[in-house]
């Protein structure tokens, strides 16, 4: 077939298929991924693995770019005006994308419209406290707050923060009564609670293993669906309180508008960049066994699902931070 015919059917495929045509192309320029928390966190370690990993498989340079303030939105609202061609990507933990829009009166920017691309990894919550708590289990803790209402405290990163509405679901779910402390980030809280400052915290299985382990903590349950391989004795929340899910995750979307055709080939990249054949030896430290790497359906059914789990708690507890 001569080269001006088949440049002129590839026009018209364009035009019958423009998404389908957009995404044979893409990417087509540099990648931009926005972190809307600062550096060092779980979502900034998973965006530069990512990122690092997009760069090599498709040849196009990505830059990871940390845009932090106002519990993520300000990161997440610059995604969402960006164009909707997939160069321009969120790779956020919850509050943006699944919590803030319940926890604020108004938004610059509405989470239901991005659209979802993967979970990229997840990793359980577990209920944690300090062993000067007389607690064993979940049962014990139960118990020792009913009998010492308002005694007990409990710790969090900051108001409207997945720890946060972990300890309120818990008092929601159980009747108890414990004083909620906020910190401005999850590091100075957990180490209060290493401390012994404060008594009981949600914090994510990752990071705590370690002192866990080291018996400077004690864990009472998981906050997964199932019991998690690397504390196969520990219960779950949800083995006592049915339907109690905390986990700690990291997502990935793109600003509405953006095709499933794109959307689909970013989710299927990040797939095989995590948990392809030869994926997954350098990461930093986190644990693979979490990395989930999830398509779009996926995605966007888990997300909702977190919407109407924490929107829930937002609601009957009266919580905002305006």
Known sequence: MPKYMVRRLLTAVSLIFPCAAMAADYPSKMI??????????????????????????WGQSVIVENRSGASGNIGAEAVYRAEPDGHTLLVSPPGPLAINKSLYRQLAYDPAQMVPVSIIAANPNVLLVHPKVPAKSLK??????????GKLNFASGGTGSTPHLAGELLKMMTGIDMVHIPYKGGPPAYADLLAGQVDVMFQGLATALPQIKEGKLRVLAVGGEKRHPALPDVPTLTESLPGFISVSWTGMAAPPGTPPEVAAKLAAAVHDVLIGDGAGKDLKGLDARDLIASNPGEAARFTKEEVERWSKVIRSTGINVD
């Open 32 to 57: 931009r991924i926005i972190v809307p928390v600062p550096a060092g966190g779980a979502a900034d370690t998973l965006a530069r693995i990512v990122g690092e990993g997009l760069q090599q498989k």
């Open 140 to 149: 014990e803790l139960i118990a020792y707050a009913k009998a010492h209402p």
